[in-house]
């Protein structure tokens, strides 16, 4: 069965193309030009130093926003995430809301993991009940990553954190890192949540409703990992003989917009983690040197004064610059890892499309050197013509979609990243202009008590 069969329904039509790009820093194709190049030359590298080899592999915080995923700068409770994540395109159409929540330790004598809670409010007549609550580890969702690419194996399926992160940047079981993966596994459900053809997926609904013990039976009843191991070695197999003959352009020019893509965000994502950790550097350092003010202004009676408001200028500056800190971790850095995971996604499932279209290229070559067995072969292009168009169709809608979001979710993310640089920048020059005009009136103060007879 297609997975496309398991939609009650037609899917809302595709977004149209996203016009204009973000920046001469992004990739982005200009609207009305379905065939000319995605992108002009390849992207510049930058050279980093050999110290960003320790960069996290994990970012520190996995999610755009609790709530919307075009508004990475609204901060929203867990309590109230349900009634509040929604998309600009579709206000009021959704009838599916999904919070991740209160994690919990487990210890047994095998292994120690997380569970999350997973609380579903919905007012769609395929669910039995509006509200369901069950509880879910990493593994989880991973199978339930794993069913919707193998039901929709051209459709662009949101990211998990990874699994591992490296080592000497968070423990695996802290409280940061349990929270960072919290953040993105909400994210990853209401991503699926919102897409027109994943949110109506059966194994999806399983996932959302099921209890531990009925999840657990119906996991199962899929594919063993034999027939997956081999479904795996068929694609790579099918790879390694050769790229696509008959490719549509619009694919080719999908093909190298991701690869120039991909290396432009993996070198964000450096940088940003290289700021990252030198803001922590300087910050740490910061602490230090406030202190050191405060104690020098007991042995200076003279200018005990103007010492304790160097100390108390650090600190604001301290302070401000944890704020800062704070907006790289939940606004930037988060997006900017999730687009590198995309952009292995995305090549994932172009590399599947081509697999679908060399299966129908070998078939028709099959049958121009066999004289026998033509109407077979026949009936099989056939099928596997549809199958092309089906997988064209779908990858085609969802590439719009993906690209409108990724616009609209790096939009977002540099221009409150400006405005914390800004609002940064400004209170701390406050700051320090406040306590020089303080000094300027003490001297003034001095020299007219010195004036007088």
Known sequence: MEAEGRVPGPPPPPLPPAGGGIGAELPAIPPGAARAPLLGAPAEVLELDDEEDDLEVFSKDTSLAEANSFSPSMTISPSSMINQYKFEDEPELRDLFITVDDPESHITAIETFITYRVITKTSRGEFDSCEYEVRRRYQDFLWLKSKLEEAHPTLIIPPLPEKFIMKGMVERFSDEFIETRRKALHKFLNRIADHPTLTFNEDFKIFLTAQAWELSSHKKQGPGLLSRMGQTVRAVASSVRGGVKNRPEMFTEMNDYMETFSQKINVLDKIAHRIYKEEREYF???????????????????????????????????????????????????????????????????????????????????????????????????????KVECANNALKADWDRWKQNMQCDMRSAFTNMADNNLHYYEECLATWESFLASQTVDCHGEEDSEDRP
């Open 284 to 386: 740490n350092e910061m602490k230090e040197y406030g202190p050191i003010h405060t104690l020098w202004s007991a042995s200076e009676e003279d200018i005990a004064d103007s010492l304790k408001g160097v100390a108390s200028c650090i600190d604001k500056c301290c302070k401000a610059t944890e704020k800062r800190m704070a907006g790289l971790s939940e606004n930037l850095l988060p997006i900017l890892h999730e687009y590198v995971l995309y952009s292995e996604i995305l090549m994932g499932v172009l590399k599947r499309r081509d697999h679908i279209q060399s299966e129908l290229d070998s078939k028709i070559d099959a049958l121009a050197n066999k004289k026998a067995d033509k109407d077979l072969f026949s009936e099989e292009i056939g099928k596997l013509e549809d």
